[in-house]
T-cell receptor, first 115, second 115 residues
Framework: GAGVSQSPRYKVAKRGQDVALRCDPI?????LFWYQQALGQGPEFLTY????????KSGLPSDRFFAERPEGSVSTLKIQRTQQEDSAVYLC?????????????FGSGTRLTVV | AQKITQTQPGMFVQEKEAVTLDCTYD???????LFWYKQPSSGEMIFLIY??????QNATEGRYSLNFQKARKSANLVISASQLGDSAMYFC????????????FGTGTRLKVLA
């Protein structure tokens, strides 16, 4: 597609519920990133994929967070047993590996609200 | 310590005027990249401009220019001839080191352009 597509756009989850957030990167983009943006803050890095390989997951806040990109295109961020502190906008971004200085293309994000 | 500092939570500018958004950074790595992103109310982060630490000249992209003062560790964004559509959150970000991919974002500045 023309841009990075994320779904759902909004998600309300009851505390303790599992959620799955989807990211469709730009076709052909090798690199894929997940960021978490709390209200009033800048985005914070969660994890990075190069094709299907998850090269860095140092930003995942706990073992309740899990991300995958099994075929090197679509990625899913899963959060188990959601807590109120997980409420945030989750942004996905993609890029050509060799165009890192041109910036990443971000999606519009999924706003997760845990009640 | 904050790696990226944006001290202006909010700014107003009159349409057609120029505005400067401040950003200071902190790193001991001689190789780094500085980025500015725009985040409209729709949520996606839009890449505006990039400055490499070894670049001799200030970056420019259309109405956007980056006032890079390396010794002062500042990378201010200048928007000339402001338009109503420039109203958005603006984030300064840094990538440290060669071949890195993680952004460190500031907390952002909300710009409102007045008609």
């Amino acid at each position: 597609g023309a841009g990075v597509s994320q779904s759902p756009r909004y998600k309300v989850a009851k505390r303790g519920q599992d959620v799955a957030l989807r990211c469709d990167p730009i076709s052909g983009h090798v690199s894929l990133f997940w960021y978490q943006q709390a209200l009033g803050q800048g985005p914070e890095f969660l994890t990075y994929f190069q094709n299907e390989a998850q090269l860095d997951k140092s930003g995942l806040p706990s073992d309740r967070f899990f991300a995958e990109r099994p075929e090197g295109s679509v990625s899913t961020l899963k959060i188990q047993r959601t807590q109120q502190e997980d409420s945030a906008v989750y942004l996905c971004a993609s890029s050509h590996t060799d165009r890192v200085n041109y910036g990443y293309t971000f999606g519009s994000g999924t706003r997760l609200t845990v009640v | 310590a904050q790696k990226i500092t944006q001290t202006q939570p909010g700014m107003f500018v009159q349409e057609k005027e120029a505005v400067t958004l401040d950003c200071t950074y902190d790193t001991s790595d001689p190789s780094y990249g500085l980025f500015w992103y725009k985040q409209p109310s729709s949520g996606e982060m839009i890449f505006l401009i990039y400055q490499g630490s070894y670049d001799q000249q200030n970056a420019t992209e259309g109405r956007y220019s980056l006032n890079f003062q390396k010794a002062r560790k500042s990378a201010n964004l200048v928007i000339s001839a402001s338009q109503l559509g420039d109203s958005a959150m603006y984030f300064c970000a840094m990538r440290e080191g060669q071949g890195t991919y993680k952004y460190i974002f500031g907390t952002g500045t909300r710009l409102k352009v007045l008609a």
